[in-house]
């Protein structure tokens, strides 16, 4: 069993920066990838950024591409979500995400309860 838990959601500017992280615990969590998915209102949960286990590989939705950076710290079983230049339609609860599959899609394993994340003036 995996338990995720997000921290770091809040209320920023446009054009400023956010930074998500998520503590992750279970026996084999190490070997797990872990990634972000975001929801707006009326909206469906869309791919935000995914790591796979050995923080070779990473994968961003295209929205956020250039913008976002995911990464990983072994020793604290935690994964970040560096956001950078955010804008209003980055607005949407965060959630953390782990599985032992890579995809795009929303069919992860494993979920946190989501941080609310509000970019306004």
């Known amino acids: 069993q995996v338990q995720l838990v997000e921290s770091g959601g809040g209320l920023v500017q446009p054009g400023g920066s956010l ?35 050995d923080a070779v590989i990473m994968y961003y939705g295209d929205s956020v591409k250039g913008r976002f950076t995911i990464s990983r710290e072994y020793n604290k079983n935690t994964v970040h979500l560096q956001m950078t230049s955010l804008k209003p339609e980055d607005t949407g609860v965060y959630y953390c995400v782990a599985d032992m599959r890579m995809t795009r899609n929303a069919d992860y394993d494993y979920w946190g309860q989501g941080t609310q994340v509000t970019v306004s003036p």
């Open 19 to 53: 930074k998500l992280s998520c503590a992750a615990s279970g026996r084999t969590i190490n070997r797990h990838v872990m990634g972000w998915f975001r929801q707006a209102p009326g909206k469906e949960r869309e791919f935000v950024a995914v790591i796979s286990w």
